[in-house]
């Protein structure tokens, strides 16, 4: 935001407003015919519904980790996920099938956080 001029003045200053938060779409593939425990079928599975809790981001480490640790730092962001919607990323041969859920950041997010 953009202060407004005063007569006679050259300057212009900033000035902090209100803060929005967002959130990407979550987007997936997924196999329709699995077994809903199937691990090609767990996230469509877990976002049929939808979710109301906590997205957790952990930044620096390789997702192939595992679980956050005790001294691991995350952002913790408080969203409500609407329910997955299921999809196609194309018409040819070669398209698979997705889902796509919107997230809606629903209060302030806490930035690097230490996991306990």
């Known amino acids: 935001m953009t202060l407004p001029a005063y007569l006679c003045e050259t300057e212009l200053f900033e000035g902090n407003d209100s803060t929005t938060y967002s959130m990407g779409d979550i987007v997936g593939g997924f196999d329709p015919q699995a077994t809903s425990s199937s691990t090609d079928k767990k996230a ?22 595992g679980d956050a640790v005790t001294g691991q730092f995350l952002d913790v962001v408080p ?23 919107a997230v809606s950041v629903t209060g302030s997010p806490s930035f690097n956080v230490a996991a306990v």
């Open 44 to 65: 469509f599975e877990f976002l049929r519904n939808g979710f109301t809790g906590f997205a957790v981001r952990r930044q620096g480490v390789s997702a192939l980790t």
């Open 79 to 101: 969203v409500e996920i609407a329910k997955a919607v299921p999809g196609k990323s194309g018409n040819g041969a070669d398209a698979i099938y997705t889902f796509s859920a």
